[in-house]
């Protein structure tokens, strides 16, 4: 069974960094896109990014390009967003969802969410 | 890269048929056939619904259906039953491994 399990919540001051996780099983990792995309508070689903592990060719949503960075370890099969200085607007759920393989084009399954909340 | 639009909200009494639309351009939903739906309940995950326009998943209830016409795909829903009240997301595929989420619409079972 293909299964990501994402990291416990956080809770930070802004201009801290942080580095999330989401770990996946039951599946080739190196094979598989894993995306992460951001839900604000009472708001909506927003795409942004996708990493494919096997060489880790990344791609950003234009409204998050240069505000976070994608990332893989093949090693331990898990993949990470991060921030270098968070602002009390990245509050907000945070999930990860695979794509499978290039010839697929849809998100199953995805994580359970990792609620980061930055506030002074 | 606007998200795709979809109606706030829709509603209908149990047994009815709702219909959800979202609208894309020709860069999203118009140049590919690739539309999902995903199901959202309050403090989960989301959970694909729709597939590839209009295929559903193994477990999906076949009172779940999808389609598109020109930059508008729409997921009906047939039966409406109250376990269905959540939240629904369309996504496009947008080319080049990039993908676009709809604005959301909240489905209510009167």
């Known amino acids: 069974e293909v299964q990501l399990v994402q990291s416990g919540a956080e809770v930070k001051k802004p201009g801290e960094s942080l580095k999330i996780s989401c770990k996946g099983s039951?599946?080739?990792?190196?094979?598989?896109?894993i995306a992460w995309v951001r839900q604000m508070p009472g708001k909506g689903l927003e795409w942004m990014g996708i990493?494919?592990?096997?060489?880790?060719?990344?791609r950003y949503s234009p409204s998050f390009q240069g505000q976070v960075t994608i990332s893989a370890d093949r090693s331990i099969t898990t993949a990470y967003l991060q921030w270098s200085s968070l602002k009390a607007s990245d509050t907000a759920i945070y999930y990860c969802?695979?794509?499978?393989?290039?010839?697929?084009?849809?998100?199953?399954?995805w994580g359970q969410g990792t609620l980061v909340t930055v506030s002074p | 890269q606007s998200a795709l639009t979809q109606p706030r909200s829709v509603s209908g009494s149990p047994g009815q048929s709702v219909t959800i639309s979202c609208t894309g351009t020709?860069?999203?939903?118009?140049?590919?056939?690739?539309v999902s739906w995903h199901q959202q309940h309050p403090g989960k995950a989301p959970k694909l619904m729709i597939y590839d326009v209009s295929k559903r998943p193994s477990g999906v209830p076949d009172r779940f259906s999808g389609s598109k016409s020109g930059n508008t795909a729409s997921l009906t829903i047939s039966g409406l039953q109250a376990e269905d009240e959540a939240d629904y997301y369309c996504c496009s595929y947008a080319g080049s491994y990039t993908y676009v989420f709809g604005t959301g619409t909240k489905v209510t079972v009167l």
């Open positions: 039951g599946y080739r990792f190196t094979s598989y896109w």
């Open positions: 969802a695979t794509s499978g393989d290039s010839s697929r084009r849809w998100f199953d399954p």
């Open positions: 020709s860069s999203d939903v118009l140049g590919y056939t690739y």
């Open positions: 990493i494919y592990p096997g060489d880790s060719d990344t």
